[in-house]
């Protein structure tokens, strides 16, 4: 898993673009983004479907990486696993402070653009 979340990280930077999951065009479940084939039927046909940039917190975990820009650094990071109201978990970072229950409500808030394989942003929903 952190190998993923490694590759994945990056700045994100479009505010404008909608949250996209995947529909699979054989069976129609609805997959993350990042995914190759449908876990239900096998394909890797998809189809790109907005999604409502809801969901809760189902994992979450505040983590120190280090950057080399300007000479070592550390920089926090909040990562999370988000339930979308649609259903797909998604790898995501937590914008602000962790809650102390995992449970929370969340919402988009920055998403990667099309294609770049950064994970979205979401912000916790008051």
């Known amino acids: 898993m952190t ?3 490694e590759e994945l990280s990056t ?5 404008s673009a909608p949250l996209l ?3 699979c065009a054989v ?3 609805l997959r993350a ?3 190759s084939h449908c876990s239900a039927c096998r394909s890797d046909l998809f189809d790109q479907v907005p999604a409502s940039g809801f969901g809760v917190i189902v994992s ?6 280090t950057s080399n820009d300007d000479g070592w650094r550390e ?6 696993i988000v339930a979308t109201d649609e259903g797909p978990w998604l790898y995501s970072h937590i914008d602000g402070d962790l809650p ?3 449970d929370r409500r969340v919402r988009v808030a920055h998403v990667a653009r099309s294609g770049s394989g950064q994970l979205p942003v979401f912000t916790i929903r008051d």
């Open 3 to 5: 190998g993923i979340l």
């Open 11 to 15: 700045e994100v930077t479009d505010e």
């Open 21 to 23: 999951l995947k529909r």
């Open 27 to 29: 069976c129609g479940h």
């Open 33 to 35: 983004p990042v995914v």
């Open 60 to 65: 979450s975990k505040a983590v120190v990486r």
């Open 75 to 80: 920089m926090p990071d909040n990562v999370a």
């Open 100 to 102: 102390a229950h995992t």
